[in-house]
């Protein structure tokens, strides 16, 4: 089964920075990769989706301009950086990951990491 390892979390100030990390398993010539994340209270929010083309999608407008994601080939790895970090940013932040084209719904994806916790608080 396809692992998936955030990390990169952590507790920073209002208008700072950070950039997650997601690890895979298997090659990422294969996999579709989205950044979700999920506050107290709230239903998981898709954010941005890079696809194996190296496509990128970002769907909620809070993420326009401030976030974005990337891929290292050779590391297995996707990483989401994000600028101009706001309080309601706040939530934890998973990867997910699937063979098909990029979705915003959490239950078309079958493989997920533990995900990582990023709180925004001066």
């Known amino acids: 089964q396809l692992q998936l390892v955030e990390s990169g979390g952590g507790l920073v100030q209002p208008g700072g920075s950070l950039k997650l990390q997601c690890t895979v398993s298997g090659s990422l010539d294969y996999y579709t990769i989205t950044w979700f994340r999920q506050a107290p209270g709230k239903e998981r929010e898709a954010l941005l989706c890079l696809s194996t083309s190296g496509s990128t999608t970002t769907y909620p407008d809070s993420a326009k301009g401030r976030f974005t994601i990337s891929r290292d080939r050779n590391k297995n790895t996707v990483y989401l950086a994000m600028n101009n970090l706001k309080p309601e940013d706040s939530a934890v932040y998973y990867c997910?990951?699937?063979?098909?084209?990029?979705?915003?719904?959490?239950?078309?994806?079958?493989?997920w990491g533990q995900g990582t916790q990023v709180t925004v608080s001066s």
């Open positions: 997910a990951a699937d063979w098909k084209y990029c979705s915003p719904y959490p239950h078309e994806y079958d493989n």
